[in-house]
Protein backbone atom coordinates (compact mmCIF):
# COMPACT_ATOMS: atom_id res chain seq x y z
CA UNK A 1 0.00 0.00 0.00
CA UNK A 2 0.87 3.69 0.36
CA UNK A 3 3.47 5.07 2.68
CA UNK A 4 3.80 8.92 3.00
CA UNK A 5 7.13 10.16 4.84
CA UNK A 6 6.56 14.17 5.98
CA UNK A 7 9.77 16.06 7.49
CA UNK A 8 10.42 17.87 9.64
CA UNK A 9 8.38 16.58 12.66
CA UNK A 10 9.01 19.72 14.46
CA UNK A 11 9.53 23.46 12.61
CA UNK A 12 10.02 26.76 14.71
CA UNK A 13 9.86 29.95 12.82
CA UNK A 14 10.02 33.42 13.24
CA UNK A 15 7.03 35.85 12.37
CA UNK A 16 6.80 36.67 8.83
CA UNK A 17 9.48 33.92 7.92
CA UNK A 18 8.68 31.43 5.34
CA UNK A 19 8.26 27.64 6.28
CA UNK A 20 8.39 24.95 4.23
CA UNK A 21 7.17 20.93 4.88
CA UNK A 22 8.00 17.81 2.85
CA UNK A 23 6.38 15.08 2.05
CA UNK A 24 7.14 11.98 0.07
CA UNK A 25 4.99 9.41 -1.48
CA UNK A 26 5.33 5.76 -2.61
CA UNK A 27 2.85 4.53 -5.06
CA UNK A 28 3.09 5.81 -8.18
CA UNK A 29 -0.25 5.54 -8.92
CA UNK A 30 -1.20 8.00 -6.39
CA UNK A 31 -2.71 11.30 -8.06
CA UNK A 32 -4.28 13.37 -4.88
CA UNK A 33 -2.36 15.52 -2.22
CA UNK A 34 -4.41 17.14 0.15
CA UNK A 35 -2.38 19.05 3.15
CA UNK A 36 -4.67 19.16 6.50
CA UNK A 37 -4.22 21.81 9.66
CA UNK A 38 -4.84 20.66 12.68
CA UNK A 39 -5.06 23.28 15.31
CA UNK A 40 -4.75 22.40 19.40
CA UNK A 41 -7.61 20.56 20.35
CA UNK A 42 -9.28 20.76 17.03
CA UNK A 43 -10.36 18.65 14.12
CA UNK A 44 -8.21 18.62 11.10
CA UNK A 45 -9.09 21.12 8.18
CA UNK A 46 -8.04 21.03 4.62
CA UNK A 47 -6.25 24.15 3.72
CA UNK A 48 -4.95 23.33 -0.10
CA UNK A 49 -4.74 20.41 -2.50
CA UNK A 50 -3.27 19.22 -5.51
CA UNK A 51 -3.73 17.01 -8.32
CA UNK A 52 -0.93 15.26 -10.32
CA UNK A 53 -1.89 17.10 -13.16
CA UNK A 54 -0.28 20.19 -12.42
CA UNK A 55 2.88 21.22 -10.42
CA UNK A 56 2.16 23.79 -8.72
CA UNK A 57 -0.93 25.72 -6.96
CA UNK A 58 -1.25 28.82 -4.76
CA UNK A 59 -3.66 30.33 -2.76
CA UNK A 60 -2.51 33.58 -1.13
CA UNK A 61 0.32 32.60 1.61
CA UNK A 62 0.19 29.14 1.22
CA UNK A 63 1.27 26.98 -2.19
CA UNK A 64 1.81 23.49 -2.73
CA UNK A 65 4.24 21.79 -5.24
CA UNK A 66 4.32 18.54 -6.82
CA UNK A 67 7.17 16.64 -8.50
CA UNK A 68 5.75 13.45 -10.15
CA UNK A 69 9.05 11.81 -10.86
CA UNK A 70 10.50 11.91 -7.37
CA UNK A 71 7.26 11.71 -6.07
CA UNK A 72 7.44 14.21 -3.34
CA UNK A 73 4.98 17.55 -2.88
CA UNK A 74 5.72 20.19 -0.34
CA UNK A 75 3.70 23.08 1.53
CA UNK A 76 4.87 26.67 1.37
CA UNK A 77 3.71 28.89 3.64
CA UNK A 78 4.95 32.55 3.29
CA UNK A 79 5.32 35.24 5.73
CA UNK A 80 3.97 33.17 8.52
CA UNK A 81 1.65 34.28 11.38
CA UNK A 82 1.38 33.31 14.70
CA UNK A 83 -2.27 31.83 13.80
CA UNK A 84 -0.15 29.41 11.38
CA UNK A 85 1.26 27.82 14.63
CA UNK A 86 -1.08 24.20 14.17
CA UNK A 87 0.10 20.31 12.83
CA UNK A 88 0.50 19.72 9.27
CA UNK A 89 -0.75 16.64 7.98
CA UNK A 90 0.08 16.12 4.20
CA UNK A 91 -2.16 12.92 2.76
CA UNK A 92 -2.04 10.87 -0.50
CA UNK A 93 -4.71 8.61 -2.55
CA UNK A 94 -5.65 7.34 -6.18
CA UNK A 95 -8.35 10.00 -6.40
CA UNK A 96 -11.02 7.22 -7.24
CA UNK A 97 -10.39 5.16 -4.06
CA UNK A 98 -10.30 8.47 -1.47
CA UNK A 99 -8.32 6.27 0.78
CA UNK A 100 -6.01 9.27 1.89
CA UNK A 101 -2.77 7.96 3.89
CA UNK A 102 -1.64 10.44 5.92
CA UNK A 103 1.72 11.80 6.94
CA UNK A 104 3.46 11.58 10.30
CA UNK A 105 2.23 15.61 10.66
CA UNK A 106 4.49 18.64 11.58
CA UNK A 107 3.98 20.91 14.23
CA UNK A 108 4.77 24.36 13.25
CA UNK A 109 5.44 26.82 16.15
CA UNK A 110 5.52 30.93 14.88
CA UNK A 111 7.68 33.03 16.96
CA UNK A 112 6.08 36.71 17.73
CA UNK B 1 -17.57 21.94 10.47
CA UNK B 2 -20.86 21.33 12.32
CA UNK B 3 -22.13 18.87 9.59
CA UNK B 4 -20.32 16.28 11.44
CA UNK B 5 -20.81 15.23 14.72
CA UNK B 6 -19.38 12.42 17.13
CA UNK B 7 -20.82 11.34 20.08
CA UNK B 8 -19.29 11.07 22.84
CA UNK B 9 -16.73 13.71 22.86
CA UNK B 10 -14.83 12.34 25.92
CA UNK B 11 -15.10 8.74 27.27
CA UNK B 12 -12.95 7.06 29.91
CA UNK B 13 -13.39 3.21 30.27
CA UNK B 14 -11.83 0.47 31.80
CA UNK B 15 -10.26 -2.62 30.00
CA UNK B 16 -12.37 -5.40 29.11
CA UNK B 17 -15.42 -2.64 28.32
CA UNK B 18 -17.57 -2.91 24.93
CA UNK B 19 -17.33 0.81 23.73
CA UNK B 20 -19.25 2.28 20.85
CA UNK B 21 -18.36 5.02 19.09
CA UNK B 22 -21.03 6.90 16.99
CA UNK B 23 -20.85 9.45 13.92
CA UNK B 24 -23.49 11.10 12.30
CA UNK B 25 -23.34 13.44 9.03
CA UNK B 26 -26.10 15.77 7.59
CA UNK B 27 -23.68 16.79 3.98
CA UNK B 28 -25.19 14.04 2.05
CA UNK B 29 -22.09 11.91 1.60
CA UNK B 30 -21.72 8.40 0.96
CA UNK B 31 -18.23 8.17 1.98
CA UNK B 32 -17.54 8.03 5.72
CA UNK B 33 -14.04 6.83 7.08
CA UNK B 34 -13.03 6.13 11.10
CA UNK B 35 -9.40 7.29 11.60
CA UNK B 36 -7.45 6.99 15.04
CA UNK B 37 -5.40 9.86 15.55
CA UNK B 38 -1.75 9.08 18.36
CA UNK B 39 0.93 11.60 19.02
CA UNK B 40 3.68 11.03 16.18
CA UNK B 41 1.94 8.89 14.20
CA UNK B 42 -0.69 10.89 12.45
CA UNK B 43 -3.89 9.64 11.71
CA UNK B 44 -4.65 6.34 10.62
CA UNK B 45 -7.94 4.37 8.88
CA UNK B 46 -9.76 1.93 10.92
CA UNK B 47 -12.62 1.33 8.61
CA UNK B 48 -14.02 3.02 5.96
CA UNK B 49 -17.28 2.95 3.61
CA UNK B 50 -18.16 4.08 0.73
CA UNK B 51 -22.81 3.21 0.80
CA UNK B 52 -24.65 1.95 3.38
CA UNK B 53 -23.84 -2.04 1.74
CA UNK B 54 -20.14 -1.42 1.82
CA UNK B 55 -18.00 -1.71 4.50
CA UNK B 56 -13.71 -1.82 4.25
CA UNK B 57 -11.34 -2.73 6.25
CA UNK B 58 -8.43 0.05 6.37
CA UNK B 59 -4.60 -0.19 7.71
CA UNK B 60 -5.41 -0.48 11.57
CA UNK B 61 -8.76 -2.71 11.98
CA UNK B 62 -7.99 -5.52 14.10
CA UNK B 63 -9.80 -4.98 17.79
CA UNK B 64 -12.45 -2.76 15.55
CA UNK B 65 -15.76 -3.30 13.98
CA UNK B 66 -17.84 -0.50 12.07
CA UNK B 67 -22.01 -0.48 11.60
CA UNK B 68 -23.25 1.86 8.81
CA UNK B 69 -26.52 1.79 10.15
CA UNK B 70 -27.53 4.54 7.52
CA UNK B 71 -26.70 7.12 4.87
CA UNK B 72 -25.76 9.56 7.44
CA UNK B 73 -24.68 7.09 10.50
CA UNK B 74 -21.42 5.53 10.74
CA UNK B 75 -20.56 3.46 14.59
CA UNK B 76 -17.20 2.39 15.77
CA UNK B 77 -17.36 -0.24 18.47
CA UNK B 78 -14.45 -1.91 20.50
CA UNK B 79 -15.65 -4.90 21.53
CA UNK B 80 -13.36 -5.57 24.32
CA UNK B 81 -11.22 -2.19 24.98
CA UNK B 82 -7.68 -2.09 25.51
CA UNK B 83 -5.47 0.40 26.98
CA UNK B 84 -3.40 0.66 23.96
CA UNK B 85 -6.57 1.77 21.98
CA UNK B 86 -6.48 4.65 24.06
CA UNK B 87 -6.13 7.38 21.73
CA UNK B 88 -8.75 10.35 19.71
CA UNK B 89 -10.67 9.10 17.30
CA UNK B 90 -12.00 10.82 13.88
CA UNK B 91 -14.95 10.61 11.59
CA UNK B 92 -14.59 12.05 8.25
CA UNK B 93 -17.23 12.07 5.38
CA UNK B 94 -16.33 12.88 1.56
CA UNK B 95 -18.96 12.95 -1.37
CA UNK B 96 -18.90 10.19 -3.76
CA UNK B 97 -17.97 12.83 -6.70
CA UNK B 98 -19.33 13.98 -10.56
CA UNK B 99 -18.95 12.07 -13.52
CA UNK B 100 -15.36 12.30 -14.30
CA UNK B 101 -14.48 14.06 -11.76
CA UNK B 102 -13.65 12.16 -7.86
CA UNK B 103 -14.29 15.31 -5.14
CA UNK B 104 -12.03 13.64 -2.81
CA UNK B 105 -11.93 16.47 0.43
CA UNK B 106 -12.68 15.09 3.46
CA UNK B 107 -14.36 16.77 6.30
CA UNK B 108 -13.69 15.65 9.74
CA UNK B 109 -15.96 15.13 13.07
CA UNK B 110 -14.66 17.20 16.07
CA UNK B 111 -13.23 13.93 17.34
CA UNK B 112 -13.90 11.54 20.30
CA UNK B 113 -10.71 11.26 22.95
CA UNK B 114 -11.09 7.62 24.73
CA UNK B 115 -9.08 6.50 27.64
CA UNK B 116 -8.78 3.13 28.17
CA UNK B 117 -7.84 2.65 31.76
Known amino acids: GENVEQHPSTLSVQEGDSAVIKCTYS??????FPWYKQELGKRPQLIID?????GEKKDQRIAVTLNKTAKHFSLHITETQPEDSAVYFC???????????FGEGTQLTVNP | DADVTQTPRNRITKTGKRIMLECSQT?????MYWYRQDPGLGLRLIYY???????NKGEISDGYSVSRQAQAKFSLSLESAIPNQTALYFC????????????????FGPGTRLTVL
Open chain 2, 27 to 31: KGHDR
Open chain 1, 91 to 101: AASMTSGSRLT
Open chain 1, 27 to 32: DSASNY
Open chain 2, 92 to 107: ATSDQGWTGYVRDTQY
Open chain 2, 49 to 55: SFDVKDI
Open chain 1, 50 to 54: IRSNV
